[in-house]
């Protein structure tokens, strides 16, 4: 093991994905592993939190071991601990926390606390070559959608959020209204290849005048509208679109796949629209994808053609890296190092992030 290279042990544990890595540099992964937890959390369709945080107490020793022998390295190589320490669920978050400050006080290195949403902001650079900075970021997950200017890995100025829904949740309540399993991310995402985003022309809501907010509230009704029928609508109102209110069990795969598609088209369309609207107010020449719907194969293609269209450069985490992954945090970690950041053993875990 060469010891030049600046070696920084993560911890993730906001939600469903108990996850640690070690990583150099900031970006080359040394070793990293994913438990997740979906089998646990599918018959509810979707995250218990009292589930989730027994599981991370379950999975998290076997983690760290796993990532200290598969890397072959010391505890005393390591230039710090770096945790995911907000926003998410707080029994989860509780769970890392507590690991990464056991690790940091027996191992007697740095502890340095992460953002969670700014880590996904910097997922692209992990195993890839470092970002171009100012950057234009836009983050899409199940907890968040938001626009941010970063001026680095560490500094991120807040542009717009959701003012209801995350993305990630509209996709996940969509699968679960068309019967097709958790997480439904990648469900929409599969059914929607087999179907014709033209077919049903659901709301895109951009909200007033330049706004860089989002709402998926409204598209997530007219889904829900579309696929069981409007409540107390008189029958002789046209359906909106072929398979209109006949509930999931009564549609066939292609209308299934029509209003996968459909849907899936109007959340592209409306991330589209705004991340141009940010860069363009940013100026800045590089777009970041973060967060797991920047796994979304035609968000991803969406946001290509924009790039290309615009001149700027597009930076998308590699698939392991788009999902909840350890590896940013401890990318994100080694950027709080180099900029004298640390935490103490006092640092606390925060559901959520204010300002
Ligand atoms: O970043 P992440 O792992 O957890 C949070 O920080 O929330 O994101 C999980 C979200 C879920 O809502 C999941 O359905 C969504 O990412 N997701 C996708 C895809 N893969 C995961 N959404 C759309 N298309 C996908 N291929
Ligand atoms: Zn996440």
């Keep these: 093991m060469r010891t030049d290279r600046t070696l920084v042990f993560g911890v993730e544990t906001s939600c469903d994905e108990t996850s640690c890595a070690i990583v150099a540099d900031g970006r080359e992964v040394v070793a990293d592993t994913v438990a997740g937890q979906v089998d646990l959390h599918a018959r509810f369709g979707g995250v218990v939190p009292e589930i989730a945080s027994r599981a991370h107490i379950e999975a998290i020793n076997p983690a760290i071991e796993r990532v200290l022998s598969e890397s072959g390295v010391a505890p005393e190589d390591l230039a710090a601990v770096a945790v995911t320490h907000e926003p998410g669920l707080i029994g989860s978050l509780l769970v890392g926390l507590m690991a990464a400050k056991t690790l940091a006080w027996a191992w007697g290195k740095p502890l340095i606390g992460a953002n969670h949403v700014c880590a996904h902001a910097y ?132 209308e299934l796949g029509d209003v996968a598609a459909s849907f899936q088209q109007a959340v592209v369309d409306v991330l589209r629209i705004k991340l141009r609207r940010a860069a363009e107010q940013t100026g800045a020449r590089t777009l970041i994808l973060g967060g797991g719907v920047a796994a979304n194969t035609a968000l991803r293609e969406a946001l290509t053609e924009l790039a290309s269209k615009l001149g700027a450069t597009l930076r998308m985490p590699k698939m392991r890296y788009c999902l909840d992954n350890a590896a940013m945090i401890a990318g994100l970690g080694y950027h709080h190092l180099r900029a004298g950041r640390t935490d103490d053993l006092s640092l606390e875990a925060r559901a959520t992030v204010r300002g």
Excluded: W
């Design 123 to 254: 997922a692209a650079a992990i195993d890839d070559e470092p970002i171009d900075y100012p950057a234009t970021a836009l983050i899409v997950s199940g907890g968040h959608t938001a626009l941010y200017r970063c001026e680095s890995p560490t500094e991120l100025e807040l542009l717009g959020s959701t003012i209801d829904d995350a993305a990630g949740e509209a996709f996940d309540k969509v699968a679960s209204m068309l019967n097709l399993g958790f997480p439904g991310g990648p469900a929409v995402d599969k059914a929607a290849r087999e179907g014709d985003p033209r077919a049903i022309d659901f709301p895109r809501s951009l909200l007033k005048g330049q706004s860089l907010d989002f709402s998926f509230s409204g598209l997530k009704t007219a889904v829900l509208y579309h696929v069981n029928g409007v409540p107390g609508a008189v029958r002789d109102v046209p359906p909106a679109g072929p398979g209109a209110g006949r509930c999931a069990e009564n549609m066939s795969p292609q």
